[in-house]
């Protein structure tokens, strides 16, 4: 990883958080850590980014994110249900308003005709003010073309596209000042 990364959708991502005053954590599996590295190549990142955690052994997602055996047992580590586990646990554990997490297949060898390399499941969850009920967790999944290196650059521009979209859709917070 260089500081050659597109700035365009971190910096938009950063602009968003700090209006917000809102913070950011990762867990990231087939990108292992680029979310993380292209967040912290724009300058003040440590206004709003709280941390990445690259969990790409099942173990990790259960133990650094509290992703049930049951998840992955049932439905793999390339799964919706485990992708918003993930993004969930990675958000609770930091104590951040959002969570992103990836998990896929990234190649070139380890798909399936299910999920076929390329295969990337990218969840965000929010973490709404108590009380609220506002808070939510979603997944989506992606088939990326490509060999290793684009289906994990496609991810992250993925990830924070999907991450702009979730939080266009909150309302801003009320001032409570008169």
């Known amino acids: 990883m260089n500081d050659d990364i597109d700035r365009e959708l971190p910096m ?15 867990a990231e599996s087939c990108t292992g850590g680029l979310i993380g590295a292209a ?4 300058p003040g990142a440590s206004d709003y980014f709280d941390s990445g ?10 133990r650094h994110l509290g992703v049930s055996r049951e998840a992955l047992d049932e439905h793999g580590a390339v799964s919706e249900p485990v992708a918003l586990e993930m993004a969930r646990g ?5 104590d951040t308003t959002w969570g992103v997490a990836t998990t896929g297949i990234a190649g070139p060898t380890g798909g399936t005709e299910q999920n076929p390399v390329g295969t990337v499941y990218i969840a ?5 003010p108590w009380g609220s009920e506002t808070s939510f967790s979603s997944a989506s999944r992606y088939v990326f073309d490509g060999d290793r290196a684009t289906v994990r650059a496609r991810t992250v521009d993925q990830a ?18 008169p």
């Open 124 to 128: 965000v969850s929010y973490a709404g």
């Open 39 to 42: 967040i912290t190549a724009v």
């Open 12 to 26: 938009a991502i950063a602009d968003t958080l700090r209006d917000r005053e809102q913070t950011l954590a990762v």
């Open 160 to 177: 924070f596209e999907d991450l702009l979209e979730a939080i266009d859709g909150q309302p801003l917070r009320e001032s409570t000042e």
């Open 90 to 94: 990675v958000r609770d554990v930091t």
């Open 53 to 62: 955690l690259t969990t790409y052994a099942y173990d990790a997602k259960r």
